[in-house]
């Protein structure tokens, strides 16, 4: 056999598979179509269809049962898109994010929930927390944590006096680009970011723009918006914002360290499910009294659970007063969990679930 016809019967065995994939995609969304139908007929009309837990739970078996080509994480991508435009057909969900369009936000948005949502660019992490508590937002995605930079104050601030529930959590690898209406770094004069972004950049900075005067902007996306129109300003941002606001790129991956990861949590009105992989976070405010602090903690050390993160923040209620926000493994269903929770609620003035929430898949 030739090359050509070589070539021609291979192709023609795509053209079959594919006509097989589109399919049984169509099958798969007149499925999902028929769940919504059942869960109206049940009283559930919401039109909030998205269950996290079920979705974390698809994508793990995905990734367990796959046998390649593809590797683990792209075939669970894929799913994750099929997914999403299934759960549009059903209807699609409203998704709020600290914009403006072109953020690392957005991004960690369309990774949780694909590519078929209805997204909403707002202008502060409270107006993306106000979206979801008035309902014009199904959910939300909000910066709360940083490998370099520490926790986001402003995302842990809102939920001392928000009733909403963390979601799901997603994380990102953050590559900084320089980008200017200039196509010369010399004639750069002042950049502007976030004050993460500077932080996570500063070295680079201080090596190739010593001169420059560095702006603090509330998000770097709104930084590269305004250097559009500014000849001798450059913006750290992502690198699609030089897309969306016809920038040059002047220096790519300009962050000081090569593993810059940023965790992204996702907002919601409802709990989630547990699916065996889970974690919680907990607002917890201490008694006012010597070794308050150790105590609080023993439960959890006493039952062998967790701690994966411990932060503190002024409670906003008296001066000196602070509360303590707590990352622990597990689901607060799980019997373990919800033994210390008993516990820890005994020893604090205050212990609040924040939310239960599978871990991040991808």
């Known amino acids: ?130 979206a979801v508590e008035s309902n014009h937002a199904n959910y939300g995605v909000v910066p709360v944590e940083n490998s370099t930079e520490g926790m986001v104050s402003h995302t842990l601030d809102r939920f001392i006096d928000s009733d909403l529930k963390i979601n799901g959590e997603v994380s990102l690898r953050i590559h900084h680009y320089l980008l200017s209406k200039s196509t010369d770094i010399t004639t750069i004069k002042t950049v502007y970011a976030h004050p993460q972004a500077l932080a996570q ?7 190739h723009l010593p001169q420059c005067e560095l702006k603090e902007m509330s ?22 914002a030089a897309e969306i606001y016809d920038l040059s790129i002047l220096a790519s991956n300009i962050e000081d360290e090569s593993d810059n990861t940023t965790r992204f949590i996702v907002i919601g009105a409802k709990d989630v499910g547990s699916t065996g992989n889970d974690k ?35 409670s906003g209620k008296g001066i000196w007063e602070y509360v303590f926000f707590i990352d622990i493994e597990g689901h607060s269903q799980d019997s373990k969990v919800e033994d210390a929770l008993n516990l820890l609620k005994k020893e604090s003035s205050m212990c609040r679930v924040l939310g239960s929430y599978p871990k991040a898949v991808l």
């Open 1 to 130: 056999m030739t090359e050509y016809n070589a070539l021609q019967v291979i192709r023609q065995q795509i053209d079959a598979t594919d006509l097989e994939i589109q399919n049984l995609l169509n099958k798969r969304t007149a499925m999902a179509e028929e769940v919504a139908k059942i869960k109206i007929a049940n009283g559930d009309d919401s039109g909030d269809f998205y269950r996290p837990d079920r979705e974390a739970m698809v994508l793990r078996q995905v990734m367990d049962r796959n046998e390649g080509p593809l590797d683990d994480t792209e075939m669970a991508r894929l799913f994750r898109e099929i997914m999403s435009a299934c759960l549009a057909a059903e209807k699609p969900l409203e998704v709020a994010y600290l914009g403006p369009e072109g953020s690392f936000t957005q991004a960690a948005a369309v990774k949780q929930f694909g590519g078929s949502v209805k997204l909403q660019a707002l202008s502060t992490i409270a107006e993306v927390f106000h």
């Open 201 to 207: 950049c500063r070295q680079w900075l201080s090596q």
């Open 219 to 240: 998000s770097n996306s709104e930084a590269a918006k305004k250097v559009a129109t500014e000849v001798d300003a450059a913006a750290i941002a992502a690198n699609r």
């Open 280 to 314: 919680t976070a907990l607002l917890v405010s201490t008694k006012n009294k010597p070794g308050a602090l150790q105590e609080l903690l023993k439960p959890l050390a006493d039952s062998g659970i967790s701690m994966t993160r411990i932060e503190s923040r002024p």
